[in-house]
């Protein structure tokens, strides 16, 4: 098929497929950076159990393959008496496996404080979640923007995970797969998607960018 | 009156090692109500590391240091009361880098003391205009002097109401020409009556506004007395070394 045909007879539907991809995307993404957060604070935290845990989080979920991951959640869970949604797995995976990488990205960011700002809220009498909340969080994040953009892009690509199951509306991968079952789409089919991914990814970097000039600490 | 001679800081027979160094030998030490005690001595002389165990920045080995007559609390909620109420202004300013002049100074009054944002704004600003940096309120630390930092830094110590100060050499890591308006500030404070504890190597400082000074060396108290004692008749020949080592530094400049 051409890109005309393609277009005319799956336009609307590459339109829905695109946006289902924004809203996994964002959701993720939103996800990723709660759950990434408290994986962080257990990580810095003085009760040892806790910072073990976060250490063994991050490893756990930086080093399975997002597939396995879903495939767990949908096939695996059930057995133990827990179901959810397709939607909700695809959800669920495209958050821990980013939410790894977030901490990842908000520890090297904690860096970049010189210890003696540290030292200074002690010194002030602030106890460690008035630290982590009024000094350390809100640098390491303001100096983790850009890591934090490619993230946002490797989370959109992890979405295409829904592909793998019968979601509802598709994303961009899923989409390509219904159509070439349908009519003939070829690589065209693909590269529809393919575009509008790159598209995404633009516009991620380009707002990643200005929100790092915005933000980004005097120092 | 009585409340005059009050210990603020005391330390009793304070021992710390960093590894093999023994960096705090046997330290015994008081500071009164208002009194004003300046410690110098060649660098590696544990005086900075003094300065900060009182408030629990560094741990200690062994001995007592007290506060207000009570025990340094070793961590937890009561360690934190207990640093707020003690003032601390350190060598390399450590103004927080991503909040203005003005959050820096409102932010710990607000947490910790649970102060009121217009009350905490008031205070800082007050306080700003009386280290002279008020005009520098909106900006962020990089923004401003080394010297209107550190006087900001002041500030932000003052913010809390401390009941005794601490000076990790406040001037050392600044430019010439800005250690007057630091000193004049750190005077000014002297004046009014705050109980200080400042390490330092401004021998002028020193002799013109302690009430005290400790020679410290190899991790030991070595002399201590009066400014106009110390400095016109040291007792010891380490001390009667280092002042003139100091002096021969001034003439050459």
Request: hydrophobic letters at 45%.
């Amino acid at each position: 098929m051409t890109l005309s045909q393609l277009l005319t007879q799956y336009g609307d539907r590459y339109l829905q497929a695109l946006f289902t991809t924004w809203q996994l995307t964002f959701f993720s993404f939103l996800g990723a950076l709660a759950v990434g957060i408290l994986v962080t604070v257990f990580r810095v935290s003085p009760i040892r159990p806790l910072r073990l845990f976060g250490d063994f989080y991050v490893q756990i979920f930086r080093n399975i393959p997002g597939a396995a991951l879903l495939i767990l959640l949908v096939y695996a869970l059930p057995y133990l008496k827990i179901t959810f949604p397709y939607d909700a797995c695809v959800l669920i995976a495209t958050i821990l496996i980013p939410s790894a990488f977030c901490s990842e990205h908000l520890m090297s960011g904690m860096n970049t404080i010189s210890p003696g700002q540290i030292e200074a809220a002690r010194a002030l009498g602030m106890n460690f979640f008035q630290l982590i909340r009024r000094i350390v969080i809100p640098q390491s994040l303001r100096s983790a923007v850009l890591p934090m953009t490619n993230l946002m892009v490797a989370t959109m690509l992890t979405t295409s995970l829904g592909s793998q199951v019968p979601l509802r509306p598709m994303e961009l991968t899923g989409i390509v797969s219904y159509i070439n079952t349908r009519s003939a789409g070829g690589v065209m089919a693909f590269a529809i998607s393919a575009a509008l991914y790159c598209m995404t990814g633009l516009l991620i970097g380009a707002a990643g960018s200005w929100l790092d000039r915005k933000v980004r600490i005097l120092r | 009156m009585t409340e005059n001679n009050q210990p603020v800081i005391e330390l009793r027979q304070v021992n710390k090692h960093f590894g093999d160094l023994h960096v705090l030998q046997d330290i015994s030490l008081t500071v009164k109500k208002g009194e004003v005690v300046v410690i110098i001595g060649p660098s590696g002389s544990g005086k900075s590391t003094l300065c900060r165990a009182i408030n629990r920045l560094e741990t200690i080995d062994s001995g007592e240091i007290l506060f207000e007559g009570e025990p340094l609390p070793r961590e937890g909620k009561e360690l934190a009361q207990m640093r707020a109420k003690i003032g601390m202004v350190f060598q390399s300013f450590n103004l927080f880098a991503h909040r203005t002049i003005l959050d820096n100074i409102t932010l710990a009054p607000c947490d910790v003391m649970k102060a009121s944002k217009k009350n905490a704004r008031q205070e800082a600003m007050r306080l700003l205009e009386r280290v002279g940096v008020a005009d520098q309120a909106g900006k962020v630390p990089a923004q401003l002097s080394g010297g209107q930092q550190q006087r900001a830094a002041i500030a932000r110590a003052l913010a809390m109401h401390p009941k005794a100060m601490l000076f990790d050499e406040p001037t050392s890591a600044l430019d010439p020409e800005m250690i007057g308006e630091v000193l004049n500030v750190m005077t000014e404070l002297a004046q009014d009556g705050m109980t200080m504890l400042v390490v330092t190597h401004e021998m002028n400082f020193a002799r013109r506004v302690a009430d005290r000074v400790i020679f410290m060396d190899g991790g030991r108290i070595v002399e201590e007395n009066t400014p106009e004692a110390f400095f016109s008749n040291p007792k010891t020949q380490r001390a009667k070394g280092f002042l003139s080592s100091v002096r021969m530094q001034d003439r050459e400049l």
